[in-house]
């Protein structure tokens, strides 16, 4: 059974930084894909920062030099580094892996910046 994991959101001041992190289990299938989404309330689900094979990352305008998105192939984790927070970055996190066969989602973890 696949699991995603994610911890590190929490509170933090407005230029503060949270490092977040998401380990699978029990994927069998090669990862092609592993990104970060977010939805803030009211608003739809936007994908904040993926990385495609071991290098090539792409990121939201709006999170473009404050956000680095890595991964651990030997983990199959996935972690977003956020810094120079802004209380617009506060919204529901969600890890997201793109297999060969399928999609998994994380279960989410709040991130809430204070102005």
């Known amino acids: 059974q696949v699991q995603l994991v994610e911890s590190g959101g929490g509170l933090v001041q407005a230029g503060g930084s949270l490092r977040l992190s998401c380990a699978a289990s029990?994927?069998?299938?090669?990862?092609?894909?592993m990104a970060w989404y977010r939805q803030a309330p009211g608003k739809q689900r936007e994908q904040v920062a993926q990385?495609?094979?071991?290098?090539?990352?792409t990121y939201a305008d709006s999170v473009k030099g404050r956000f680095t998105i890595s991964r651990d192939n030997a983990k199959d984790a996935v972690y977003l580094q956020m810094n120079s927070l802004k209380p617009e970055d506060t919204a529901v996190y969600y890890c997201?892996?793109?297999?060969?066969?399928?999609?998994?989602w994380g279960q989410g973890t709040q991130v809430t910046v204070s102005a």
């Open positions: 997201y892996i793109n297999t060969i066969l399928r999609q998994y």
């Open positions: 029990g994927i069998t299938f090669r990862i092609n894909a």
């Open positions: 990385i495609i094979g071991g290098s090539f990352t």
